[in-house]
T-cell receptor, first 112, second 110 residues
């Protein structure tokens, strides 16, 4: 069966520090991968999605970036965090062709 | 206009009540539709897919109206454990883009 791992579960980082969140998927090949952010009490905002290795689409301008170095690995990064980067970051995967998405447990990031 | 819109609620209902949520989408080329449930401070989890003919899973019924571009979720005999935020999800572009609505919060009271 397929599983998705996302870590860390919580993170407190100072303003200006770098960020790296990792997500890996097991049990499937060539998944679509997604990074979402959810501010407190708000909906999910799509940050990045990827349909294959090295293929990243960005949905909103920001100081975040994403990379997909391997088929089932998706990384969210920042060189310098801002206070506004605080939120709940969720990684998800879906199969090709309009299938449902499955989420990792999320990373709660607080920038102080 | 947002691509996928939901009434944020909250919907406060007593146990045993029937409650319905709607979700409208703007892109007529939308292909697939889903309802997710999200508990407080947790990740969203798939509740059910929404098929063109409508589908039912226990107390939950989902329907799609392509002409009016909305999907609905009906919950019968509400339980306290149904309290959560319900997210509508629509896919476009051969299924590679999942777009979420802002969610509808449901609170079921004893």
């Amino acid at each position: 069966s397929q599983t998705i791992h996302q870590w860390p579960a919580t993170l407190v980082q100072p303003v200006g520090s770098p960020l790296s969140l990792e997500c890996t998927v097991e049990g499937t090949s060539n998944p679509n991968l997604y990074w979402y952010r959810q501010a407190a009490g708000r909906g999910l905002q799509l940050l990045f999605y990827s349909v294959g290795i090295g293929q990243i689409s960005s949905e909103v301008p920001q100081n975040l970036s994403a990379s997909r170095p391997q088929d089932r690995q998706f990384i969210l990064s920042s060189k310098k965090l801002l206070l506004s980067d605080s939120g709940f970051y969720l990684c998800a995967w879906s199969g090709q062709g309009g299938t449902e998405a499955f989420f990792g447990q999320g990373t709660r990031l607080t920038v102080v | 206009r947002k691509e996928v819109e939901q009434d944020p609620g909250p919907f406060n209902v007593p146990e045993g009540a029937t409650v319905a949520f709607n979700c409208t989408y703007s892109n007529s080329a939308s292909q697939s539709f889903f309802w997710y449930r999200q508990d407080c401070r947790k990740e969203p989890k798939l509740l059910m897919s929404v098929y063109s003919s409508g589908n039912e899973d226990g107390r939950f019924t989902a329907q799609l109206n392509r002409a009016s571009q909305y999907i609905s979720l009906l919950i019968r005999d509400s339980k306290l454990s149904d309290s959560a935020t319900y997210l509508c999800v629509v896919t476009y572009s051969a299924g590679n883009m999942l777009t979420f609505g802002g969610g509808t919060r449901l609170m079921v009271k004893p």
